[in-house]
């Protein structure tokens, strides 16, 4: 078995703007809550949580061997922010350290931020699963 090929340009392109929607959609649910000074002046760790995209992406598309393992962790990432932030935050669960406001603006900025991750899970699942196989005809 050969070495992974380098992907496309047109691959490339794809799962960075998939990973550039996911990063956006935080950046517009932190706006929406909190201001967009909070995204300006990172208060709410914007560039901290933008490193993992980012790191995630690079080895993906600089490390042939290392691209279906990088491809599960940004898989991972986008499942952990569509779950855990687009879903579980919005709801007032008592497990939750603070008390989430039930407003159609805090919807909205959670349904953004769940949306926005996936083009992630859509682009990468189909790459770690492989191309579908059309049904077989009788």
């Given at each position: 078995?050969?070495?992974?090929?380098?992907?496309?340009?047109?691959?490339?392109?794809?799962?960075?703007?998939?990973?550039?929607?996911?990063?956006?959609?935080?950046?517009?649910?932190?706006?929406?809550?909190?201001?967009?000074?909070?995204?300006?002046?990172?208060?709410?760790?914007?560039?901290?949580?933008?490193?993992?995209?980012i790191?995630?992406?690079?080895?993906?598309?600089?490390?042939?061997?290392?691209?279906?393992?990088?491809?599960?962790?940004?898989?991972a990432?986008?499942?952990?922010?569509?779950?855990?932030?687009?879903?579980?935050?919005?709801?007032?669960?008592?497990?939750?350290?603070?008390?989430?406001?039930?407003?159609?603006?805090?919807?909205?900025?959670?349904?953004?931020?769940?949306?926005?991750?996936?083009?992630?899970?859509a682009?990468?699942?189909?790459?770690?699963?492989?191309?579908?196989?059309?049904?077989?005809?009788?």
């Amino acid at each position: 078995m050969g070495r992974p090929a380098v992907p496309s340009s047109r691959r490339m392109l794809l799962v960075g703007a998939a990973i550039a929607i996911a990063i956006l959609g935080s950046l517009a649910h932190n706006a929406i809550e909190f201001g967009i000074g909070s995204v300006l002046v990172s208060q709410n760790g914007e560039l901290p949580l933008a490193f993992p995209w980012i790191a995630g992406f690079l080895t993906w598309w600089r490390i042939p061997q290392a691209r279906i393992p990088a491809a599960w962790f940004l898989i991972a990432l986008a499942g952990l922010n569509l779950i855990g932030g687009g879903i579980i935050t919005v709801l007032p669960l008592g497990f939750l350290p603070f008390e989430p406001e039930q407003s159609l603006t805090h919807y909205l900025a959670h349904l953004i931020y769940g949306v926005a991750q996936l083009p992630v899970l859509a682009v990468l699942l189909r790459e770690v699963t492989g191309p579908a196989t059309a049904p077989r005809q009788a």
